[in-house]
């Protein structure tokens, strides 16, 4: 039992630790400043409505290492949600931001889960 155990936690720690991102920071209100070295998605006015444009540039090329904001700057709330669960944002109120930093080269799919048909992909290279 004791095995099973230790082994169920060293897998969830190998999983934590080899991510490729950084844990996501709670979304925030208001006229937060986006982090230094970051590059800003803005969640368009009416992007419910725009699909693959809806958080900008589709495909998002970056370098390992960038942090990703979110700005919601439509009228109602979004969210970021990572296809393969590398990420969830909660909800992102207007005016909001969400932060994520992508520490390893991949190519990440994400939605709005609020609004399925909002897709985007950030590729870091």
């Known amino acids: 039992m004791s095995i099973r155990l230790s082994s169920v936690l060293t897998l969830a720690l ?21 982090p230094a070295g970051s590059t800003t998605v803005n969640i368009a006015s009416g992007a ?4 693959t444009t809806a958080f900008g540039q589709n495909p998002l090329t970056i370098a390992v290492g960038t942090t990703i904001s979110w700005l919601n700057d ?3 709330t979004h969210t970021s949600n990572a296809d393969a669960n590398q990420w969830s944002s ?17 190519r990440f799919t994400y939605h709005c889960q609020i609004h399925p048909n909002m897709v985007g992909t950030i590729v870091v290279q």
């Not at 991102?21 to 400043?33: E, I, K, L, Q, V």
């Not at 419910?48 to 699909?51: D, E, G, H, P, V």
């Not at 909001?96 to 080269?105: D, E, H, I, P």
């Open 90 to 106: 909660g909800t992102i109120p207007p005016g909001g931001r969400f932060n994520v930093t992508f520490s390893s080269a991949g």
């Open 48 to 51: 419910s409505t725009l699909t």
């Open 74 to 76: 439509d009228s109602i």
């Open 14 to 34: 190998c999983f934590t630790a080899c991510s490729g991102y950084n844990s996501p920071s709670s979304p925030s209100t208001g006229a937060t400043p986006a």
